[in-house]
């Protein structure tokens, strides 16, 4: 059993920065390939970035390529999206995910999510 908690998101300008954290309780966090996915008003839930067990692979939707950076510290159970460039479209709940293999769907356990609000 995995249980993720976000942490890191506000209200930002246009333009402005902010590091998602996700923190993971249980065994095995290492184990796991986290995600970030997103999910905005009206709008079906996308995926935003994904970082293998030890952070050797990462992987990103194209929109935010260049701008977003995920990481990881498996010692500290913990991932960070670093978001820099932030823009209104950027606006969304976003949450981590975990899966035992590299995947976009039938993640394994998901966090509550955490606000984003980027400002024009």
């Known amino acids: 059993q995995v249980q993720l908690v976000e942490s890191g998101g506000g209200l930002v300008q246009a333009g402005g920065s902010l590091r998602l954290s996700c923190v993971a309780s249980g065994r095995s966090f290492s184990n796991y390939f986290i995600s970030w996915f997103r999910q905005a008003p009206g709008k079906e839930r996308e995926f935003v970035a994904r970082?293998?067990?030890?952070?050797?692979?990462?992987y990103y939707r194209d929109s935010v390529k260049g701008r977003f950076t995920i990481s990881r510290d498996n010692a500290k159970n913990t991932v960070y999206l670093q978001m820099n460039s932030l823009k209104p479209e950027d606006t969304a709940v976003y949450f981590c995910?975990?899966?035992?293999?590299?995947?976009?769907?039938?993640?394994?356990?998901w966090g509550q999510g955490t606000q984003v609000t980027v400002s024009a």
């Open positions: 995910a975990a899966a035992r293999f590299n995947q976009a769907t039938n993640m394994d356990y």
């Open positions: 970082i293998s067990y030890n952070g050797g692979s990462t």
